[in-house]
């Protein structure tokens, strides 16, 4: 193998870039020609290839986004699309490719390895719901965005003695809202895996009220229902007035802490190692405090599950 190709798609998540310029400098190291493919999937279709040099990686492992772009492509979902980026592709004699996303983007990967292209995946997606893989680059600093905006929160809910309900991402998976919602202490933690009623959340509120705690603090992750969703059911029900805080984009954006450079920086490196070992269709994933190689029908197929004892644990900590 000779030359290889790396790109990012789906949703942006900090520490790509890490995982990037990880690629490529492993990708040098063992005297391949990388090339960056820009705006995903699209960009694979259009031939939209940049070859890559050690500078071309410079200064990026601590900067958030992708400097490849990121995109989501319907043409690609269809074999025709799927063409068209393997024409692309042999066009320029590109022998490998590294997709960094989520579980999406190794549905999109698996198929170019069903026309026998080979192709590894990274995973990246703030969410951290991606089957076969404890970790996905980008989680660590999303939860460290949220956490600290939910400390700030906290000091004006703790002064005006409100209830702050804060709507963090996650549409399948808990972990953001359950991490970060841990982590700062939250009353309530709403997650898609755990359904709760609005009778057991305000009985947690209330449980506090009696011992002077008259601010509160519940984390919802969007999976379950909006903030604004959940203002209406508690002013309904028992005419409590709570305030809405969406926490959107924010989540996405921002320098990554050291551990997603580090994660990057090892997944990048091992994808390009899988590559170079003619291994095809597995993601670098981690389990146990090891890289481990997961096919991707396994990060796609199967669900990946939040861990419920850090939910009791923070339910048990937060009485
Ligand atoms: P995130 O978790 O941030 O949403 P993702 O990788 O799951 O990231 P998707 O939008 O699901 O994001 O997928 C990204 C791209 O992968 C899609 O725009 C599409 O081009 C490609 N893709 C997804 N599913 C398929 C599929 N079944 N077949 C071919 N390509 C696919």
């Keep these: 193998m000779k030359k290889i190709a790396v790109l990012t798609s789906g949703g942006d998540a900090p520490g790509m870039n890490a995982a990037i310029r990880a690629v490529v400098r492993r990708g040098i190291y063992c005297g391949l020609e990388v090339y960056g493919v820009r705006h995903g999937y699209e960009g694979l279709i259009n031939g939209d290839f940049q070859k890559m040099d050690l500078g071309s990686v410079g200064d990026i492992i601590h900067r958030g986004g992708t400097i490849l772009r990121s995109a989501r492509s319907e043409l690609f979902k269809t074999v025709e699309g799927q063409h068209l980026a393997l024409k692309s592709l042999n066009k320029v004699d590109i022998e490998g490719l590294i997709v960094i996303g989520g579980d999406g983007s190794f549905k999109g990967a698996g ?90 959340i305000i009985i947690r509120i209330q449980q506090g009220q009696k011992r002077g705690k008259m601010h509160s603090i519940i984390v919802v992750a969007e999976g379950v229902c909006s903030g604004e969703d959940l203002k209406t059911i508690i002013k309904e029900k028992f005419n409590l007035e709570t ?22 920086s090892r997944m990048g490196a091992k994808a390009v190692d899988m590559l170079v070992d003619g291994e095809k269709g597995v993601m670098v994933g981690w389990r146990k405090c090891q890289l481990v190689h997961v096919p991707f029908d396994k990060a796609y197929e199967d669900k990946h599950k939040v861990n419920m004892a850090d939910f009791y644990l923070a339910r048990s900590l937060s009485i």
């Design 111 to 200: 198929k170019l390895v069903e026309q026998g292209f080979p192709t590894i995946g990274i995973p990246g997606t703030i969410d951290n719901d991606i089957a076969g893989t404890e970790y996905s680059i980008g989680f660590d600093t999303a939860v460290n965005t949220v956490m600290e905006a939910i400390d700030k929160i906290r000091d004006t809910a703790y002064s005006h003695e409100r209830i702050c309900i804060i709507e963090v991402m996650g549409r399948e998976a808990g972990d953001i809202a359950l991490w970060s919602g841990l982590c700062s202490g939250a009353e309530s933690i709403i997650i898609p895996e755990a359904p709760q009623n609005v009778e057991d």
């Design 243 to 264: 305030r809405v805080i969406v926490l959107g984009h924010l989540q996405r954006g921002g320098s990554p802490t050291a551990y997603d450079r580090m994660m990057a």
